[in-house]
């Protein structure tokens, strides 16, 4: 039911991707993210909440200083590079060993933060709003997350069609540039310019819009797909959440990028436990 996958990452053991579900914590080091204000309280609240999704067992630590929220400001590169480079080097120095990804469209915040420490890029824009990002990651030789999002999308064009041609142009992109294939994981981008009737269908054909024998991450947590159905504002919507990385698993996810990492953690071993049987030791 899931295709398994071993992807190298520099200084720390590979990205084992199969039927063992990955939870990657977001980590938004935006001013609307921790309320406290403030440059240095808000690198000292996301450190400190880096340190809490390590301890609720996330496998990945995504990192991000720009809002893709639908009308969020704009962050300049040094901008950019103010939120998220503090936050790195503190888990950089504390010895952290989980992989640290870096969510970024940019190819220098993208090249700043590997060289601190990322191991991963995390592209909401597939490698087609700058083409040096898939430079950036053939030099470091490090995973590119490929998102679909096509603002300005054809609404003749079955979503399956568009997502199956912009996937296309983003395998392109990194393969002209010298990434290795398997060093790419696609995510549908679940909520990017798509409305909620494509959304529901994509999570349970995800497949048919996906080229095949990638490894795939499903991102839903507590987004408006979810908000609109239960009428629930975004800090209710944990149990839709919950219902999505489950389905998603079920359709053949392999990480999940979360808010809520202990939750999602226990459903997703409920889940692979239910596929593939309790952990041996349990058996
Ligand atoms: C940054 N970001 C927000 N939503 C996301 C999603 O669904 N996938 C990925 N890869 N990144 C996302």
Redesign the pocket.
Known sequence: MHTSHSIPLPNRPPLILGPRPLVMGILNVTPDSFSDGGQHNLVAAAVAHAHQMIAEGTDII?I?GES?RPGAEVVGVQQELDRVMPVIDALIAAGITTPISI?TYKPLVADQAIQAGAVII?D?HGLQRAPEMAEVAALHDVPV?A?HWQADRDHSVPLADDMLAYFERSVAIAQAAGTSLDRLIL?P????GKTLQENYHLLSNMHAALPPNFPL?V??SRKSMIGKLLDVPAEERLAGTIATTVLGYINGGHIF?VHDVRANRDALRVAQATLYGPPPELR
């Open positions: 995504d991000g893709t969510d995390n909401v997350i998102m995510d981008g679940f909520g990017f991450l991102g839903t990028r």
